[in-house]
């Protein structure tokens, strides 16, 4: 019996160290401390000039979201969801082209004018970009749908933008390594106006325009198609952020020459 107690003595000493090692272990890992870590990836270190306290936080942070926002995957959809036109992404199922004609509030939509995403989950993050489409203009509708057929998924219904990536241009892909920069330096203010306008306009700012976020419309020159027009794509997370009211152009705008000097040194470095 003596035997007995001492080995139950024992696991329970054991058992005591464990509780108190475990209850004093490293904090979890929570939501909120993953959306700073990707703050400080996307903005750099906080208080310094790319990530100012004027830019506050993700569009889909609790607080800047209503309970209607929390809403708007609830209804089943009675769109059909066609074939992948994107890969699917780290926060996302995927973009996919619309099967046939599909109305909404009068309006009708086709393959040609809409497009569906696939949320990864019904979360702030899905919540903040169904709201920053709807901001944009480029909302249509929002809820569950069928992408794959053993269950319904949350998915995105948006207006189709006009463009293509500057890269994809035949005027790029014609253009010595010169004339590319030029293009670059010429897409440079039409992207920097389109920044600065929804951030001043309706609290929104774009922070990640790396060449694939911002479509363009091309006429031709004498000597080269010069970019016209540019359309920011991609509003969903973490691509997105709320300002201050009273943010100011000048600020945005010293703001977008550091952040898209650091997005075009990534970029360079990706293809050397």
């Not at 700073?36 to 942070?61: E, H, Q, S, T």
């Not at 069928?146 to 790029?172: C, F, R």
């Amino acid at each position: 019996m003596r035997g007995l107690k001492g080995v139950f003595f024992v696991f329970s000493l054991l058992l005591l160290v464990f509780t108190i090692t475990t209850s004093h272990a490293a904090p979890a890992i929570t939501q909120n401390s993953k959306d700073a870590d990707m703050r400080i990836i996307v903005l750099g270190p906080l208080g310094k000039l790319r990530n100012p306290d004027w830019i506050l936080g993700f569009y889909g942070d609790n607080d800047n979201l209503n309970q209607d926002d929390k809403t708007v995957f609830e209804k089943e959809l009675e769109v059909e969801v066609s074939r992948r036109i994107n890969f699917i992404g780290r926060y996302n199922q995927g973009i996919y082209s619309v099967w046939g004609d599909y109305k909404v509030e009068g309006t009708e939509y086709n393959k040609r004018t809409a497009i569906i995403k696939g949320a990864a989950e019904i979360d702030g993050r899905s919540w903040g970009e169904v709201k920053a489409l709807k901001d944009v203009g480029l909302y249509i509708n929002s809820g569950l749908a069928n992408i794959h057929l053993a269950k319904k998924d949350p998915v995105v219904v948006m207006k189709i933008v006009k463009g293509l990536s500057i890269k994809d241009t035949e005027e790029y892909r014609n253009a010595n390594a010169a004339q590319q920069l030029k293009l670059f330096d010429q897409v440079k203010p039409l992207v920097e106006k389109e920044v600065v306008r929804f951030a001043v306009q309706k609290g929104i700012l774009h922070v990640d325009f790396h060449s694939s976020n911002f479509l363009v419309g091309v006429m031709e020159t004498d000597n080269l198609a010069a970019p016209m027009t540019v359309h920011l794509v991609d509003w969903g997370f973490p691509s997105v952020f709320r300002v201050k009211q009273d943010v100011t152009e000048a600020e945005v705008k010293s703001w977008f020459e550091l952040q898209w000097n650091e997005i075009r040194s990534r970029q360079d470095k990706r293809t050397t």
